[in-house]
């Protein structure tokens, strides 16, 4: 795993990973670099490593419960590593 620390303060705002399709919902990264993900009345926090674990559940459950494999979270070519940017 290269995490590099990113705690560069050019990071100093909101990052919208995804939304979901009520108008509060959906998933993004918070200045600390916390994923929160809201949804419903639910509101989970985790850090980008858990997440990534978190995901990939969700997948494992998306595929059991439909049969598609379209779901699967693999390594991502287009990682969010991608958009640190560390000068
Ligand atoms: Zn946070």
């Known amino acids: 795993m290269t995490e590099g620390k990113a705690k560069s303060a050019s990071v ?5 990973l995804a939304s979901g399709q ?6 993004a990264r ?8 809201d ?20 997948g494992d459950a998306l595929v059991a419960l439909t049969g598609e494999s379209n779901f699967i979270l693999g390594p991502a070519p287009h990682h969010a590593d991608a958009t640190f940017s560390e000068s």
């Open 30 to 37: 918070c200045p600390q670099g916390h994923i929160h993900l």
């Open 22 to 27: 009520q108008k509060d919902d959906g998933i």
């Open 39 to 58: 949804y419903g009345n639910l509101s989970l926090r985790f850090d980008q490593q858990a997440f990534i674990a978190f995901g990939e559940m969700v």
């Open 12 to 16: 100093s705002r909101w990052q919208v």
